[in-house]
């Protein structure tokens, strides 16, 4: 409320962790985002690579300096958000110059604008925008969108089709940010390779239009297979997207067990409370998928490190996990037979 812009400066020893904490801090306070590098050859504990494309090299002294002269000479501006490569001061002139990252979130210039986040990971199957207002005036969103795939050099709707009018609009004041996300997946089913855009409509007391944030889909959807890929988190619960690539249909229930990988075997772990087995068969037609929701905190307490596979009660599907540190991440099936050969 009082206009404070947090400037953090990741230095030497931070992990991602806390590298995407102090984005964040810089994203919501439309402050700048600095990190220290080695280019200088002056580390403690050694500076992280950057999650960024590419980036300029300045000495700190000066850069602290430029940025907050920028902040004081546009007080009335909009807000911005940069990355800027740093190291520590040396007595050699020389500086390093690279193209801007082409992941740069837009910074006053105009217009409302979606940018896909650069920590983005495909896998996740929910895709996150920087949503911006550069305009001088306030912006109104929902969260509806559409969805479009470029064909033969025109974009093509996928349906469903989405109202562009929601119900519930949400305010964007000129030079705000908000990460707005678009879960492309679950409405849509499995989308082939390819280039999307999803299209959402903000307007004004003057005026509407349709801005819009791109990506891509790599093959990550393998043919003639089933498969059950962690695709997320939910409260207590891990998200599974199971896809069936192949030429028949298939069921599944709804009820699972949990194995964790001891050496090169699969040993059951037992749920700490009593869970129940839904027998409910689910149909996925071929082509298309379903989401699938394990309760693994709830009925399982305290896992330790390791690896984690979610065994359907036909036996027939597995769907593979890391955890580390309390946290979920996906493992390739690739990883596991290594992990066997070794």
Avoid: C
């Avoid at 896992?303 to 596979?309: A, I, K, N």
């Amino acid at each position: 409320e009082k206009g404070i812009r947090i400037i953090p400066i990741l230095a030497s020893g931070g992990d991602k962790e806390t590298e995407f904490l102090m984005r964040d801090f810089a994203l919501k306070t439309g402050g700048s985002y600095l990190f220290l590098t080695d280019d200088s050859g002056v580390s403690v504990g050694g500076h992280i690579t950057p999650t960024t494309g590419a980036y300029t090299v300045e000495k700190l002294n000066d850069l602290m300096v430029k940025v907050i002269n920028r902040y004081l000479a546009n007080a009335a501006a909009t807000a911005e958000y940069i990355d800027i490569n740093v190291e520590f001061p040396q007595d050699s002139d020389t500086e390093t110059t690279a193209a801007p990252p082409s992941t740069d979130i837009p910074t006053g210039n105009g217009e409302v604008t979606l940018t896909l986040l650069p920590e983005q990971n495909d896998d996740n199957r929910i895709f996150t925008f920087d949503l911006y207002n550069g305009k001088d005036v306030s912006y109104y969103y929902g969260d509806t969108f559409n969805l479009e795939k470029l064909v033969a050099s025109e974009w093509v709707s996928v349906y469903p089709q989405k109202n562009p009018y929601p119900d519930t609009a949400t305010l964007l004041e000129p030079g705000d940010h908000t990460v707005y996300k678009a879960d492309t997946f679950y409405d849509w089913g499995v989308l082939e390779d390819g280039d999307y855009r999803i299209a959402l409509h903000v307007f004004s007391t003057l005026e509407h239009e349709t801005i819009y944030g791109y990506f891509s889909i790599p093959d990550i959807f393998p043919e003639k297979e089933i498969t059950m890929t962690l695709s997320g988190t939910s409260g207590d619960s891990l998200e599974f997207l199971i896809y069936n690539g192949s030429e028949r249909e298939y069921y599944y229930g709804l009820g699972f067990s949990l194995e964790k990988l001891v050496g090169d075997e699969w040993e059951n772990i037992p749920p700490t409370e009593d869970f129940a087995v839904i027998e409910i068969a689910v149909l996925i037609e071929p082509g298309e998928s379903s989401s699938f929701e394990a309760p693994v905190f709830t009925y399982w307490k305290e896992l330790e490190d390791g690896v984690y596979r979610v065994v359907m009660n036909n036996r027939e599907l597995y769907g593979l996990f890391r955890l580390t540190d309390g946290r979920a991440e996906s493992v390739d099936s690739a990883e596991i037979s290594a992990l066997f050969n070794e």
